[in-house]
């Protein structure tokens, strides 16, 4: 078992911490409100897909968003950074070469992939030119589990016209990037790309969100990582509530299920597990299906998916988007946010009461009626222990709760898991409950949740244990962590 743990401390914002936690005892939560719009004074006004890291490595999350990037001076302002060499669209971050730096994918047009050189600036390298033609998602996954980052771009269409294909590219050790596959036999209009190892057997899957009433995808990921891609969706439960048939742009026929935007893996019931909430957007008629919650069954169940949107508590709006899955309230378990793009229509907050129940607190926590908006992420920008909110072109600081926390920073060694550690799950035992996360880069519509990972831990005051599956199914236990801090983890092979 691993013990060795370096721990980031930033002492004052610790110290201001502990001492609001005695302030907040006296304060009753209902009363509280938890978020505050910080974007004026932090100097933040970036609209578009956001996108969390820290591209300098200086303990500070970053954020790229409305083709700008956004450096974080120690929490206390967002200054743009200009002649960097970043793109200018839409990204996901990651550590293509793992040198210790995350790049910059752009997903967007022909793509682009830019180097983070570590020095505060960006090189473009070389890469094959999309085909997906206007992508509005994609992610960085290890497909083969050699420790290097490869890609999966969502293609989207020109209404009536055409439907451009997914792609999926491969790593060749850092060096390039050569196009493994693209969908052929009829394309899909991909909107959002996410993805997890769902079948818990050390290779990643991803599931695609589709659009124009059409099923989505989940790609299990087989023939022990080789990149042989199976769509298993509508057998695990996963594709949608299937009805008529109908035809499309492309020559393609489906049953009608969803309009949806974006999707997010997490385990929202703390079962170990990690489950799926698909935003659907939803026209009136009942035979468009509406947003789902899917708990995964896990091995007992073959890692079906069961519905349990039913009782769950999720209002209906017509124009629901991209969601995004975070504990805000530091209470164990992950909560919803949720955009909308029609006017009349607004994005909400929904706290996680256990039991696949959610109750709307948009207004209980002063998040106020934002305008239409496909921007949706979450990031502890202030090291203060609870998770912040990018959306609709501002940034709402969480003024926290009096729970204890945990944020963790995995660190592959770049020859067995890559340095970003995308696709690490971590658990933390609190009594009968699992919570466990994962390290994703690129969730919901296009947007990217921070590599670190955060848990609530309510009232646990006491050190923790962690769990950690590395990709490949590797174990590493890390014993008597410290709660209220920030954890750095780096991997270490599984003793034979």
């Known amino acids: 078992m691993s013990t060795a743990v370096t721990s980031f401390r930033f002492l004052r914002l610790l110290t201001h911490g502990a001492t609001a936690a005695l302030m907040l005892a006296c304060v009753p939560v209902a009363a509280w409100g938890q978020f505050r719009d910080a974007s004026e004074e932090l100097g933040f006004s970036g609209g578009g897909k956001a996108a969390f890291a820290d591209y300098n490595a ?17 929490g206390q302002k967002f200054v743009v950074v200009n002649d960097a060499g970043v793109p200018g669209g839409e990204v996901i ?41 206007n992508s509005r998602g994609a992610v960085w996954i290890d497909i083969n589990n050699d420790s290097y980052l490869d890609l999966y771009v969502g293609g989207y269409e020109i209404w009536q016209q055409a439907v451009h294909p997914d792609a999926i590219y491969i790593s060749e050790k850092g060096e ?22 769902y079948n818990e057997d050390g290779y990643v899957d991803v599931y695609v969100s589709n659009y124009r009433l059409q099923p989505n995808h989940l790609w299990k990921n087989g023939a022990q990582g080789k990149g042989a891609f199976t769509n298993v969706a509508m057998e695990v439960g996963a594709a949608g509530k299937p009805s008529q048939v109908i035809p499309y742009t492309g ?25 799926i909430f698909v935003g659907n957007f ?20 073959e890692y079906k998916f069961e519905d349990k949107s039913e009782g769950a508590g999720l209002g209906y709006q017509e124009s629901y988007a991209s969601p995004a899955l975070g504990d805000y309230d530091n209470d164990g378990d992950l909560d919803l946010y949720f955009t909308t793009v029609y006017g009349g229509n607004f994005p909400v907050l929904y706290r996680n009461e256990g039991n696949w129940k959610f109750t709307n607190v948009t207004a209980e926590e002063k998040i106020p009626n934002l305008s239409p908006t496909y921007q949706a992420a ?5 090291n203060d222990g609870d998770l912040d909110l990018c959306t609709a072109g501002k940034l709402f600081v969480n003024e926290g709760r009096p729970h204890h926390w945990i944020e963790v920073t995995l ?30 880069a690129g969730t919901g519509e296009g ?18 244990d962690l769990e950690i599956v590395w990709p490949g199914k590797s174990v590493q236990r890390v014993e008597g962590l410290a709660v209220n801090r920030l954890h750095r983890i780096e991997y270490e092979a599984a003793s034979p």
């Open 282 to 301: 939803a026209h009136a008629a009942a035979y468009q299906n509406r947003p789902q919650f899917l708990r995964n069954l896990g091995p007992e169940g």
């Open 93 to 133: 971050w990651g550590d293509y070469d793992n040198d210790g730096h995350p790049d910059l994918f752009q997903f967007t047009g022909a793509g682009s992939l830019h180097r983070n050189k570590g020095d505060g600036t960006f090189e473009q390298k070389e890469f094959p030119a999309l085909p997906t033609v």
């Open 251 to 275: 020559g393609i026929t489906y049953p009608v299920c969803g309009h949806t935007i974006g999707s997010c893996f997490g385990d929202l019931d703390n079962d170990g597990h990690l489950d």
């Open 447 to 464: 947007n990217q949740n921070a590599l670190r990972l955060h848990f609530g831990l309510g009232s646990q005051e006491g050190p923790v």
């Open 176 to 197: 390039k990037f050569t196009k493994h596959w693209q969908s052929a036999d009829g394309n899909y209009s991909a909107r959002g790309v996410t993805a997890a190892d």
């Open 378 to 382: 979450w990031a502890d920008i202030d």
């Open 411 to 440: 660190v592959g060694d770049g020859e067995q898991v890559t340095r970003t550690a995308v696709g690490a799950r971590v658990s933390i035992r609190l009594g009968e409950q699992l919570v466990t996360r994962q390290v994703e």
């Open 58 to 74: 200086d303990g500070w999350i970053d954020v790229y968003a409305g083709g700008k990037l956004f450096r974080n001076e120690g």
